[in-house]
């Protein structure tokens, strides 16, 4: 009697079904052509939003984040004084050095917060204005005064 334990087996055997008179039908192997570009596509896709989206948020964050700062740096320049109601203004007291600095920066940050976002062009121009009027130490400037309302309007409402 002989054993068949499947080690004695030939190079010949076959355990498919194909031997009781069945025919095999075979799927074709699915391509990997469509998965891989699938998923290229998908990656590219999403890491143009990603970086689109990324990029645009950080332009207008940095214009807030100066607009911020102008109108810090301006509320540290401290109470001007208004001469403007004054027939005859006395003598107009003047700045230090670092009142005027933190002066031109409010200026400067407000000017860079306007150039990369519209929306802040409007608190850009009122601190330009009272920048000039401090500058020139004209406090009886009427235009700079109204210039220094309509600045801190705005910054109370960044």
Not at 34 to 53: D, E, H, I, K
Not at 120 to 132: F, P
Request: proline share 5%.
């Amino acid at each position: 009697m002989r054993s068949t334990t499947g080690t004695d087996t030939g190079p010949g055997f076959d355990e498919s079904p194909a031997g009781s008179g069945e025919a095999v039908t075979r799927a074709p192997a699915p391509s990997r052509r469509m998965l891989v570009v699938a998923t290229v596509a998908g990656f590219v896709l999403g890491t143009g939003v990603l970086g689109l989206l990324w990029g645009l948020s950080g332009v207008h964050a940095g214009a807030l984040e100066d607009a911020v700062a102008a109108c810090q740096a301006l509320d540290r320049v401290g109470e001007l004084p208004d001469t403007s109601r004054d027939a005859q203004p006395s003598l107009t007291p003047s700045l230090t050095s670092e009142r005027l600095h933190r002066m031109m920066a409010a200026r400067e940050l407000s000017s860079a917060a306007a150039q990369v976002n519209p929306n802040y062009q409007e608190l850009a121009d009122h601190i330009d204005g009272v920048s000039r009027m401090v500058l020139s130490l004209h406090f009886n400037d009427v235009s700079g005064q109204r210039h220094l309302v309509k600045a801190k309007e705005i910054c109370a409402r960044i």
